[in-house]
């Protein structure tokens, strides 16, 4: 489920049991008992929201996660992920606190909360903000990018971003791509690439 106005505020925090589930925690609620400590989710209207920058990964799946050879392990009927470019991706995530957000085409196939178990199944550790919609026309993925960063920009400042995906049309944000390889998917390498990226400062005036 979505968590509303709590997938971007700074008193967040996700808590994880021993059997995987997770729930979001309000550090407000740890100091003031007027605030509940697990809120009822989704939250709509919150007199304590603070919006948080954000860090995003732009996460596309075949070629990044899905390599040539791990496409040929089923699981149910779907591929599985490679669990060195998982391991690069959590690495990531660890070191800058990014969210995701799907850009792969199997989001037309699955929601998003399908796409959340997925990435869960596969080991991906990384908050799932969401998906991108889809715009049908050359150098569509990153028309897609741009579309979602100016409809969700007013919900809270984004930081920077990174865009991993193994095919090159994304027009004017083509200096945000880290370009992986159907053959290896995301290296530790490239993830080190993509926390440059991340880490270098807010692109509101120069990208968004």
């Not at 997770?22 to 929201?49: E, M, N, Q, S, T």
């Not at 660890?94 to 929601?111: H, K």
């Not at 399908?114 to 569509?140: D, F, M, Q, Y």
């Not at 995906?165 to 370009?179: A, Q, Y």
């Amino acid at each position: 489920m979505h968590a509303g106005l709590c997938e971007n505020c700074t008193h967040r925090k996700e808590i994880r049991n021993d059997r995987g589930s997770l729930f979001i925690l309000c550090r407000r609620g740890l100091l003031d008992p007027a605030w509940p400590k697990y809120p009822r989710l989704p939250v709509l209207r919150c007199a304590g929201f603070e919006a948080c920058s954000l860090r995003i990964i732009f996460l596309d799946f075949d070629g990044v996660l899905v390599t040539a050879a791990s496409a040929f392990r089923r699981s149910g009927t779907s591929s599985v992920a490679d669990p060195k470019a998982v391991e690069a991706l959590n690495w990531l995530v660890a070191q800058t606190g990014a969210r995701l957000v799907v850009t792969s085409s199997w989001r037309l196939d699955y929601s998003a909360d399908e796409i959340r178990a997925l990435l869960r199944s596969w080991g991906v550790e990384g908050n799932v903000l969401g998906i991108t919609g889809v715009a049908h026309s050359p150098g569509s993925r990153g028309k897609e990018i741009q579309a979602w960063l100016d409809e969700h920009r007013l919900a809270g400042p984004i930081a920077s971003f990174v865009i991993l995906d193994d095919e090159p049309d994304m027009g004017t944000l083509s200096s945000r791509l880290i370009r992986t390889e159907i053959g290896t998917g995301l290296t530790r390498g490239q993830a080190t690439m993509a926390q440059t990226i991340l880490q270098a400062g807010s692109v509101e005036d120069s990208v968004l």
